[in-house]
């Protein structure tokens, strides 16, 4: 079958939410706050991954070792990573990287004092923007976001400042693996079709936005990631919509309502 349906992994965070999003139920008044729903594929170690996240507070201060890095410490891939932003609250903003640059030696100091959080370029953010965060490149999400980020497919997390909360840090892997200067964005390629934007080309991974219709795809060897983020629709037989993920083979047709606004993913550096 070239389109799989993926299963969903909710994730407990202390910077999560009762309260969700459409397509996902809340978790009980008592429990704990869900953060993070992984779409997990069914087998092996596919390059990318496709999580929704749900914030109430600011997550860690964090950054990400690049694919050499990561390898030498044991993994299969770095960690590249992708937002695209579904709901902020007024005054919502993410940071992405630093005001000035940072020595590793400022930056180990700012992190152990908490002064690093105002040395970061807080963004504000609405629905609709997007952002690629390439490995190396310090920053946090802030609360009162809904968002869709997709990543290169590893769980690797270097926090450097996590606001006094009870968990490990991890400031020499982080340090030694930090740009610390200002954040300058890729540029993507924007409309290419009508009906479809690239979001992101490369270097790890393409990202799309298309609307609703039908379309075909062609992914070659590439798996490739279908996200709907409004509406519904079939691809290759198998029904989707909002709030799923599935993952697609080779050549996959896929019909979706008018209204539908969908994501589609694959590893590499350019476009199919």
Partial sequence: MAATLLTT?????????????????????GGDPIGEIWFQAPAGDPELLVKYLFTAE????????????????????????????LAADPGATIALGTLAPMSAEELRAAALDGSIEHKLDWKPV???????????????????ITLVEV???????????????????????GVAVSRAEPFVAPPAPGMV???????????????????????????????????????EGVADGVPFRAGECLMLAGEVSI??????????????????
Avoid: C
């Fill in 9 to 29: 992994r909710r994730v407990e965070k202390p910077w999560g939410r009762h309260h969700l999003w459409p397509g996902f139920a809340d978790p009980a008044a």
């Fill in 255 to 272: 019909s979706a309502g008018a209204d539908a606004d969908l994501l589609v993913a694959y590893p590499g550096a350019t476009r199919v």
């Fill in 151 to 173: 990543q290169q497919n590893v769980d690797l997390t270097y926090r450097l400042y996590d606001y006094g909360r009870p968990r490990s840090l991890h400031l020499d892997e």
């Fill in 126 to 144: 609405k629905a609709g923007d997007f952002f690629y965060s390439a490995a190396g490149t310090v920053h946090a999400i802030g609360a009162g």
């Fill in 193 to 231: 079709a009508p009906g479809r934007t690239i979001l992101a080309e490369g270097p790890k991974f393409v990202l799309e936005r298309r609307s609703g219709g039908d379309k075909h795809l062609a992914l070659g060897d590439a798996p490739g990631w279908l996200v709907p983020l409004v509406g």
């Fill in 58 to 85: 600011k997550l860690s201060v964090q950054v990400h070792p690049d694919d050499a890095a990561a390898r030498a410490a044991g993994h299969a891939r770095g960690k590249d990573e992708a937002w695209v932003i």
